[in-house]
């Protein structure tokens, strides 16, 4: 037997297997990569921990993660114009930005939400509620199906009936709780690739569903902080990535399917890490520049300047760091001198660390 035993495509799955997967996930290779992704994760870790203000990451990172992740169902904005709506220097954003928004909130709130409550059932349809907007409800009506856009070829069609649906829910959240011995990562991926199959939801299920693998590996103790930039590597690779679901409902290739999510992790964590210690090193050479120029609130100007790179003379003032007239010249020096670019919003001025910028906003 294996998971592709009475799928056809243009039929509701509604035997989809339940987990484990009738094949051991955890071969020799899969362990291999699963080594190697560790380790990239110990040392994103560590970069995290050597950041001295953590939210300088923790406030700019998601929204790369959110801008990714909403691209994968095209929903296309970049992160310059998700950087611009956050600190509202767009005051108009896009809808597609702003539901890369809402993304970030669900996935802030999700973080917030281990603290009380476990990876769950009620977990996914919070997420995707924050996602939609509304609240969301467990699909009841027929009609859903997933296919190929150009060729119009069904490809899967998803379980049927809100109780059929809520029992593959139901058993996909006893098994993240069972003895089923598996590592955090390939957990993670197993339990992705249920989720989608499940396709609960009438809408966000693919954000739903990578949401769920940040938070469960955050609740897992493998990650420390919301920062795992995962959906960059899907989209790199996002034929691949649905080639492969395809792949294990299809003909059972769950190792194919654990090798891509595990690879993604270790790829993703190494290009996180590599991130956080260019920001780490811009930000200490603006701390050097800004007392250069002898300005007072070197450390603690160079801190707001990348917890907020586009940054206004009341952002300053509501730090606590100058007056506004003081806060006004900082900025102009700072502007005169090439650290920052001045940009006219309405009647306010707008400051943009291009470097930090520059940083968050490559691919």
């Not at 300088?56 to 114009?81: F, G, H, K, M, W």
């Not at 956050?86 to 996935?107: C, G, H, I, M, N």
């Not at 977990?123 to 997933?146: D, E, F, H, K």
């Not at 709780?177 to 499940?198: K, W």
Request: proline share 6%; with cysteine; charged share 20%.
């Amino acid at each position: 037997m294996n998971n592709s035993e009475g799928f056809a495509p243009d039929t509701p799955y509604n035997d989809l297997p339940p987990l484990p997967p009738p094949v051991d996930v955890e071969t020799a290779a899969v362990l291999k990569d699963v080594i190697e992704a560790r380790a990239a994760l110990a040392a994103l870790n560590t970069a995290c921990d050597l950041i001295p203000n953590p939210e300088i990451i923790t406030s700019t990172i998601p929204l790369r993660e959110a801008q990714a992740s909403t691209e994968i169902e095209n929903i296309v904005t970049t992160n310059d114009e998700l950087f611009k709506a956050e600190w509202e220097v767009d005051p108009t954003p896009s809808p597609a930005t702003k539901e890369a928004l809402r993304y970030k909130s669900a996935l802030y709130t999700g973080v917030s939400s281990l603290d009380s409550r476990p990876v769950s059932e009620k977990t996914a349809v919070q997420m995707c509620s924050i996602l939609s907007g509304q609240s969301a409800q467990i699909r009841s009506t027929t009609g859903t199906v997933i296919g190929d856009p150009r060729s119009k070829e069904r490809i899967y069609t998803p379980p049927e009936g809100q109780q059929v649906i809520e029992r593959h829910l139901s058993a996909w959240e006893r098994f993240i709780y069972s003895p089923h011995g598996l590592d955090p990562l390939v957990l993670m991926a197993v339990t992705h690739y249920q989720f989608e199959a499940i396709h609960p939801f009438y809408d966000g299920n693919g954000r739903t569903g990578r949401i769920l693998n940040i938070l469960l590996l955050i609740q897992l103790g493998v990650l420390r902080l919301p920062v795992l930039y995962l959906s960059g590597y899907i989209v790199d690779n996002k034929s691949e990535y649905y080639a492969l679901l395809r792949g294990v409902t299809a003909r059972g290739d769950w190792e194919a399917w654990v090798r891509f999510m595990v690879r993604g992790v270790q790829s993703s964590a190494e290009s996180t890490t590599q991130l956080i210690d260019d920001l780490r090193r811009l930000q200490e050479e603006a701390n050097e520049a800004i007392r250069a120029l002898g300005i007072s609130a070197g450390a603690d100007l160079a801190h707001l300047l990348f917890l907020k790179p586009y940054v206004r003379i009341a952002d300053v003032v509501d730090a606590g760091l100058a007056q506004r007239q003081t806060a006004s010249a900082w900025l102009n020096q700072l502007a005169g001198a090439g650290i920052l670019a001045e940009y006219k919003v309405g009647r306010s001025k707008v400051f943009a660390n291009t470097a930090a910028l520059g940083v968050l906003t490559r691919r």
